[in-house]
């Protein structure tokens, strides 16, 4: 049996230390994530912005899951929560009109396995003037909502879903919040 050279004991060193460092990285991270909650309390006295120039007031006790929140400069998501309640808003750049918009949204909840829209499709306004529509939808113990709006080369989908039970409680929230729904156009570049 030989000897160990200093350099083979460097090189030794050097290889536990990046397999510590790996091992951190695999373990450490993922177990840093779990540890951080996904949902956190939201402002309700400001305007949440998402992106395109996008903004709403929160439903007050909403809390914001930041596992599905994506605010961008042209697009963005943002998932609020109100108890098991599910309400989220899309901006997406769009060049139709709204009734296509209507129609991308209506496909792909009924592209869900089990789920339908249910009812008619009513007219809906924010306070800021954005027209849109609003229709029902129905999943495997889930009902909801949606509203779709298409301003400043976007459109703003909403969708709601939860338990009927709960979304009797919670929806008055939510439609004062949609109803502050607001798009600026995006300044000139």
């Known amino acids: 049996m030989g000897s160990v050279t200093r350099r083979q004991l460097t090189n030794l060193l050097g290889a536990l230390s990046l397999v510590a460092a790996l091992g951190g990285l695999a373990f450490g991270l993922p177990a840093l994530n779990h540890a951080l909650p996904a949902e956190r309390s939201v ?18 006790g909403a809390r914001v899951d930041v596992t599905e929140t994506r605010p961008a400069e042209t697009s963005g998501t943002v998932l609020f929560r109100l108890g098991p309640v599910r309400y989220f808003i899309s901006v997406q750049p769009f060049n139709g ?28 306004a924010t306070a800021g003037g954005l027209a849109g529509l609003q229709g029902g939808y129905s999943g495997p113990g889930r009902g909801g909502r949606y509203a779709v709006f298409v301003a400043d080369g976007h459109t703003i989908e909403v969708t709601v879903s939860g338990a009927d039970l709960d979304l009797g409680r919670t929806l008055p929230a939510i439609d004062a919040s949609t109803r502050t729904l607001r798009s600026a156009p995006e300044p000139a570049r």
């Open 43 to 60: 402002p309700v006295d400001r305007p949440y912005e998402m992106g395109g120039g996008v903004t709403v007031m929160p439903p007050p």
């Open 97 to 124: 009109d709204l009734p296509a918009a209507v129609a991308r949204l209506r496909q792909r909840i009924t592209g869900t396995s089990g789920y339908q829209v249910t009812g008619t499709e009513l007219t809906v």
